[in-house]
């Protein structure tokens, strides 16, 4: 598929995920360039809402064919994270009194993808059984937590099933600048190249 499918209606999108996404092809991980089977699924930030929707009815879709999603939050992972080491109400009551950049080195030092993130993360991945695992929530926990960095931390982790990671910007790959995870469409400094944009592959 071209990046013209990326723009569009929705239910196309959504028909051609799951499509892609129920595909044998898919589900045991074929025709990817790279031993890592990530995938980046990019949308229009404004499209938000409409996206997460679209994920919740893709997993129930490929649920009712006898394919299980494990979904897991990013924001909602960062929350648990905070609250079981037991400073979740510090960070509330920290946040109106110091600078954002003081707090964005509080939350990136007890969220730190590699020491505190992933590992919660591939807890869940042994502990359940799954045949995709969806990631969301990327742009709410930006800046604290940066897509490029979960995915190099969890490659290690997550070799086993298709991940798929809802990304709010854009995934773009060539031979002239290589790949970049650009998101919210302005931000291009989060170069990953071992991902499949779900729009270019298929089923």
Known sequence: MSTELETRPLLERFQHLLTVLSSPRFL????????????????????????????????????????????????????????????WQRVLDTEPKITKDKLRELLQGVLDPEAHLVPAISARLQSETFDILFLSGVGEVFPYIRSHNVLNNLQSHAKDKPTVMFFPGT?????????????????????????????????
């Open 28 to 87: 045991t991980m074929q025709g990817i360039a790279n031993e890592v089977p990530f995938f980046i699924c990019p949308y229009p930030p404004a499209e938000a809402m409409e996206i997460d929707r679209i994920r919740r009815q893709l997993a129930t879709k490929l649920e009712q064919g006898g394919i299980t999603v494990l979904q897991i939050d990013l924001y909602d992972l960062a929350i648990q994270l905070l609250r079981e080491r037991g400073i």
């Open 171 to 203: 995934y773009t790959q060539s031979l002239e600048k290589g790949a970049s995870l650009d998101l919210f469409g302005r931000l291009h400094d989060d170069k990953y190249y071992r991902a499949t944009n779900l729009f270019h592959y298929e089923a």
